[in-house]
């Protein structure tokens, strides 16, 4: 681990600086590049997984092919978002009944693959297409940060505080690591952080915003974190990939990410 901690911190602060370049002077186009290449990564990642032990190339083509068309129908043609979608899983569905009359014999572990690709096509699909949607709302320059301030500050909580003053397991089956000292550092650190960054930066933010935008995120968050570590120990490996230096994959940096971003996304609305 201090092995890798040079190297995760410097892999992190040039991360930083590119995200913040990015949306910031990007635009809604930026944000849009950004989402589809990371959805494309975590696609590939999740159905490696899925598909790393046994014979399945051409499911997992079409898993990542079905995921990532999901995920453009929805950035770029809400107008024609339910025909989209409706022509994504029927296609799908035809492609895993024709599977079905190959290998006729094996129809579980078809059953078995159809439900954990539909799991990844959500997931992963669905929820990256929220970073351009959160961009182009009104002051969406200043939502879009908060998918990644509140996850990220509540996880760095949660971490150094579960080092030192955890005592009570979280989930040990999932994370034995994590605890509920963690958990609820993460949760009051993350209020904090969207406190100050109310006061600094987004003024149009009231405490109360404050206070449920970082007590739901950072438990959103967390249960992101939870369900790609419950992901990991189903396909028995430790990250999800490689690509990112010293933090593993795309899903292991942006789990808790991307379930915040439907609570920012839908918070920002009806404020």
Known sequence: MRDRLPVRVMTGVIGLVILLSVIIYGGRWGVTFLAL???????????????????????????????????????????????????????????YLSLSTLYAGNHQKLFSDLAGSLVGIFYVGFLFSFWPKIRELPLGVYWIFLIFLIPWVSDTAAYFIGRSLGKHPLAPAISPKKTVEGALGGIIFAVIGVVLYKSFFFK?????????LGGLGSIIGQLGDLFESFLKRAFGVKDSGV??????????RFDSVLFSAPLIYFYALIS
């Open 204 to 212: 149009a933010l009231t405490l109360t915003d404050c206070v449920l």
């Open 243 to 252: 690509v990112i230096p010293g933090h593993g994959g795309i899903l292991d």
């Open 37 to 95: 290449l990371g959805c494309f990564g975590a696609l590939f990642e999740y159905f490696t997984m899925l598909f790393a032990l046994r014979e399945g190339a051409l499911q997992k083509i079409v898993s990542i092919v079905a995921g990532y068309a999901l995920s453009v129908l929805i950035i770029f043609r809400s107008d024609f978002l339910y025909e989209g979608i409706s022509i994504v899983f029927i296609l799908y569905f035809l492609f």
